[in-house]
């Protein structure tokens, strides 16, 4: 190779790589993009501290059937969804108890939910199953059942409320979902600001006024 070809090659393998490189911001080009990961997220917004955190997914649809799930329960037994069928239940999703909002939502829960009929509230977190337990007993609720979501997939996946981002990466983001006794979604809110708490009323008139038609 002449000296003349050897410089046009080497002129042609820098103009490449120049382009290549000014395809993003950051230096990163599309396809190393989504080999490393930076996709676009195609979940929910939410705010923590003035912070737009995401979610892994999508909430769950009004009336669509409510996808089943295995959660842990305090004795380390799975409990699924379909276990309740022939009941209303709400779902209560919060971040964990160690946090004064959830803390509050679940004596809430407790308190109000208790003169539905035919209705249970699952409050469902991170938290380990021992911790859940302590909460409870220490503060003597009895009318909601504590379930761990720490070593579920099947809920993870498929209610899109895990945070994906953001110091809370991993924990699930705050939610309620009431279900009738068909297993049919008849009410969701996403708390769009994490440290607010749920729409109890909410969605206890949507528990009361469910109908299985």
Same mark, same amino acid.
């Given at each position: 190779m002449t000296d003349m070809k050897k410089t046009l090659f080497l002129w042609l393998a820098l103009g490449a790589t120049v382009t290549a490189f000014a395809q993003s911001p950051n230096g990163i080009t599309k396809t190393s993009a989504v080999q490393t990961g930076q996709t676009k997220n195609k979940?929910?917004?939410?705010?923590?501290?003035?912070? +737009?955190?995401?979610?892994?997914?999508?909430?769950? @649809?009004?009336?669509? $059937? !409510?996808?089943?799930?295995?959660? =842990?329960?305090?004795?380390?037994?799975?409990?699924?969804?379909?276990?309740?069928?022939?009941?209303?239940?709400?779902?209560?999703?919060?971040?964990?108890?160690? +946090?004064?909002?959830?803390?509050?939502?679940?004596? @809430?829960?407790?308190? $109000? !939910?208790?003169?539905?009929?035919? =209705?249970?509230?699952?409050?469902?977190?991170?938290?380990?199953?021992?911790?859940?337990?302590?909460?409870?007993?220490?503060?003597?609720?009895?009318?909601?059942?504590p379930l761990s979501a720490f070593r579920s997939q099947d809920f993870t996946k498929n209610y899109g409320l895990q945070i994906a981002d953001g110091p809370m990466k991993g924990l699930l983001a705050r939610a309620v979902i009431v279900v009738d006794e068909k297993g049919i979604v008849r009410h969701t809110q996403l708390v769009k600001e994490i440290s607010q708490e749920p729409d109890y009323e909410a969605a206890l008139e949507s528990a009361a006024t469910a109908t299985t038609e």
């Amino acid at each position: 190779m002449t000296d003349m070809k050897k410089t046009l090659f080497l002129w042609l393998a820098l103009g490449a790589t120049v382009t290549a490189f000014a395809q993003s911001p950051n230096g990163i080009t599309k396809t190393s993009a989504v080999q490393t990961g930076q996709t676009k997220n195609k979940g929910e917004s939410i705010i923590y501290k003035r912070n +737009t955190l995401h979610t892994t997914g999508k909430m769950v @649809e009004t009336g669509r $059937k !409510a996808p089943d799930f295995h959660l =842990t329960q305090s004795d380390l037994q799975d409990v699924k969804l379909s276990d309740f069928k022939g009941k209303k239940v709400i779902l209560n999703v919060f971040p964990s108890l160690d +946090t004064p909002t959830c803390a509050v939502s679940v004596r @809430e829960f407790n308190e $109000k !939910a208790s003169g539905l009929e035919n =209705t249970v509230v699952l409050c469902i977190s991170m938290d380990l199953p021992f911790a859940q337990s302590r909460f409870c007993t220490t503060e003597g609720l009895t009318r909601v059942i504590p379930l761990s979501a720490f070593r579920s997939q099947d809920f993870t996946k498929n209610y899109g409320l895990q945070i994906a981002d953001g110091p809370m990466k991993g924990l699930l983001a705050r939610a309620v979902i009431v279900v009738d006794e068909k297993g049919i979604v008849r009410h969701t809110q996403l708390v769009k600001e994490i440290s607010q708490e749920p729409d109890y009323e909410a969605a206890l008139e949507s528990a009361a006024t469910a109908t299985t038609e």
